[in-house]
Each structure stands twice: as C-alpha cells, then as structure tokens.
C-alpha cells in the first residue's frame, strides 16, 4: 500500500481534462492505497482571482470528486487551507530551492507571460505543492502530463532535505494514465485549460445542450477518415481518446466502429456519451447544500492534520527548529 497525494486548483470551472487526467484514476487508486485527495485553494489565489467565485469553485470541485466517485472515508478528502501545515512546510523547504529552479518552471513563464507583474506567490507555487505532498509522506502522485516537471522539481527538494538533514522524505513518483494530456478543443494542439475560453473545454457540470454544441463545434482536422494519430490528426484523435476513455472501450475498436463515418457522426454520439456520462454532476448540484459539501472538507482537513503534524514536527526536529 502506497501514500497518495493529488489536488485539483478550484480555479474556474472543473473540465473533463482534470476527470480523465486525474479524478478517474484517484478513485482506482483509493482501492488499495492510502490517499489524501485535496481542493488546493491556496494554490488557486497565486493568480487574480475573484474572492466570491472561490467558495463557489471549492463547493462545486468537492462536489465533482465526490460524485466521480472519492469515498471521504475511505480516502482523506480536504482543503488545503484548513491544514496549515502545507504553509509552514512550503517555507521551510523554500530554504532549500535555487530561486533559478524555479524561473526555469514552464507552468511559471506561461503564467508570466499571461499575467503581467507575476507576484512572488505564482514563482513559489512549485514549492506549496512539494510541501502538498511531502507533508503526507506521498510516494505516487496521479497527475496530468503538464504536472510532471513540477513532481519532477519536489523529488529534487525531498532529495536534498534527505541530503541536508537526513532521510525523511521518499521520493514521489508521478502516476500517468491514458488520460494525461486531454487537448483543447478550439485548439487540439494545446492541452484543455480551464483559464482558457469556455468553448475550448467540457465543464462536469455543463448543460446537455452545451456540451452538444461544444463538441459539434470542436476543432477537427482535414481530411475524412476517423484514425487515432496525435501528431497528423490532433483534433480527431483527442475525440477518438475522450470517446474511448469514457466508454471504456479501446482506441482501436472505436476507430473500428467508426469506420467509414462521417466526423460528424462521431461527434454527434461522442456528445450522447458525454452527456450521459456528466448527467449525475448536474444532478448532484441540485442535490447537495454547500454546507454539506463544506463538513465533509472540515471533517477531512482534521484527519489530515493528525498526519500533518505529525510529519512536520520531525522534520522542524531534523531542521534543528525544536527548543
Ligand atoms: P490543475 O488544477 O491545473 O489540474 C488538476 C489535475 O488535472 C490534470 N489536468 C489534465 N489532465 C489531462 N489533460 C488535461 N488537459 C489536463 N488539465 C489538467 C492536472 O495535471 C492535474 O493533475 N498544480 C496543480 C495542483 C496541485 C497538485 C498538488 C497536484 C497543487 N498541489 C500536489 C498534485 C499534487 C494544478 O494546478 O492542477
């Protein structure tokens, strides 16, 4: 059994990249491991942000891994912000970080470039999510594509905690699925974001009229044939993949029983199978209060603390920041 750490940023609207990159794979993983899934809303300020959107997108992010299928009794299932200790651990291993490793971060100068006058909160971001995961001890942690270079980055800074004060921390290794780069769909070139134009990505929780017209109206490519091939074919295969990925089915048999088709038919039954799928998303923000939502986060955050502190203690011991 090993210790697993994600988060999703409750940063604007939860896409159908974050559930076939991520939250999919979470609730597999919490069969046989010991997970801490989190809603990283300290993470989700180190851009502008609209302080009355940010409970909303909390409520509405819990929700989704909620009806996606994380049990908070099974898995630890909280908020970042209710467990201090993932800022205290972020400033002491900010001691340890070379300020160039993280300028050279990709996530950083894509948001550099969008949003000018970066604040030094976006620059050490890759250091509140390190702390996100040594705090727990995390050994796999489900991501995306786009996340690997900042795990990649954390195992550096558990590696030389483990160097400077002793072996405390193992070192996370990232947990890819099938799903780890869902493409946009106005431009299937670049991954799906939800900082970007809402006709680019599927929201868990958008209406079915609106998903229909969203994938009716995705980017595909020239040319007829229905045929997987990323590099000739982007727009075409990131269908063919949501397709397989949320029917279950394998790549190769959808290309099978599209053959022939038009892409117009294989939108049309992509956005049916979409809408079905999100259905019990819709359903579930009629169904729960926000209070609700907010106690099973409460409840989480207390059993994550119990590790939490835990580990930060021994580490502030090993630091020599015990009197
Ligand atoms: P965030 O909120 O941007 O995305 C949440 C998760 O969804 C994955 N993802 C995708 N996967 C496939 N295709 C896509 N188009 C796509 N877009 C997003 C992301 O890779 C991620 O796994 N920095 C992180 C949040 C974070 C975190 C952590 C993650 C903070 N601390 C500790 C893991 C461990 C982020 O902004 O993810």
Redesign the pocket.
Same mark, same amino acid.
């Given at each position: 059994m090993a210790i697993v750490?994600? @988060?999703?940023?409750p940063?604007g609207e939860i896409?159908l990249?974050?559930y076939?990159?991520?939250i999919k794979v979470w609730v597999e993983l919490q069969r046989e491991h010991q997970c801490f899934y989190?809603i990283?809303d300290l993470?989700a300020i180190s851009t502008p942000y609209n302080p009355k959107d940010l409970k909303k997108n909390i409520v509405k992010t819990c929700l989704a891994y909620l009806v996606a299928g994380i049990d908070s009794k099974k898995s630890v299932l909280f908020l970042q912000s209710l467990v201090p200790e993932h800022t205290e651990l972020a400033w002491l291993l900010g001691t340890l970080v070379p300020v160039g490793d993280l300028t050279r971060m990709t996530q950083y100068k894509e948001k550099v470039k969008k949003h000018k006058q970066a604040k030094a909160g976006l620059l050490n971001?890759p250091i509140?999510?390190s702390a996100?995961?040594l705090l727990y001890r995390a050994e796999l942690?489900?991501?995306?594509?786009?996340?690997i270079q900042?795990?990649e980055l954390c195992r550096e800074i558990a590696s030389r905690f483990n160097r400077t004060f002793g072996k405390f921390f193992p070192l996370p290794k990232p947990f890819l699925s099938e @799903?780890?780069?869902?493409?946009s769909l106005t431009d299937p070139t670049k991954?799906?974001?939800?900082t970007d134009n809402p006709q680019s990505y599927i929201s868990l929780f958008d209406p079915p009229d609106l998903i229909y017209q969203k994938i009716l109206k995705a980017v595909t490519d020239s040319g007829k044939e229905i045929r997987f091939s990323p590099l000739k074919k982007p727009g075409i295969s990131n269908l063919l993949l949501i397709y397989a990925l949320i029917s279950g089915k394998e790549i190769k048999k959808v290309e099978e029983d599209f053959e022939g088709k038009s892409y117009l038919e294989l939108k049309k039954s992509l956005a049916e199978l979409l809408i079905d799928e999100l259905e019990p998303f819709r359903l579930a923000l009629k169904e729960h209060s926000e209070s609700e939502i907010i106690k099973v986060l409460k409840e989480g955050a207390e059993k994550a603390k119990e590790v939490a502190q835990e580990n930060l203690a021994q580490v502030k011991e090993l630091m020599g920041l015990r009197v």
């Open positions: 750490f994600s @988060g999703v940023r940063s896409h990249g974050n076939l990159g991520a989190c990283v993470h971001y509140l999510q996100d995961i942690v489900p991501v995306g594509r786009d996340q900042h795990i @799903g780890e780069k869902i493409r991954k799906m974001s939800k």
